[in-house]
Nanobody
Framework: QVQLVESGGGLVHPGGSLRLSCAASRSIFSINYMGWYRQVPGKERELVALISSRDITHYVDSVEDRFTISRDNVKNTVYLQMNSLKPEDTAVYYC??????WGQGTQVTVLE
């Protein structure tokens, strides 16, 4: 498995932007899928965005046109650019890699 470390979370006002980063402990070139999930207390973890090794992306409807996932196979890092943030985007965001690896999570809070 690969170790994943997220960063970039924080506190923003509605309409603001954040960029999350997920640094992997080894090359991600051969990892078929990487993605971002999020979870709020009392709810199940939900998929936010996925990216394949061929840069094919998928987004949950609620973030389509606002969030962008990308991967840098040289830096072994996956990013989630989040624009036009809304209070309902508040959650702990987790990085995931196919094979079952998870990061520790980073808190994103969008003020009401």
């Amino acid at each position: 498995q690969v170790q994943l470390v997220e960063s970039g979370g924080g506190l923003v006002h509605p309409g603001g932007s954040l960029r999350l980063s997920c640094a992997a402990s080894r090359s991600i070139f051969s990892i078929n899928y990487m993605g971002w999930y999020r979870q709020v207390p009392g709810k199940e973890r939900e998929l936010v965005a996925l990216i394949s090794s061929r840069d094919i992306t998928h987004y949950v409807d609620s973030v389509e046109d606002r969030f962008t996932i990308s991967r840098d196979n040289v830096k072994n890092t996956v990013y989630l650019q989040m624009n036009s943030l809304k209070p309902e985007d508040t959650a702990v965001y987790y990085c995931w890699a196919s094979g079952g690896s998870w990061g520790q999570g980073t808190q994103v809070t969008v003020l009401e």
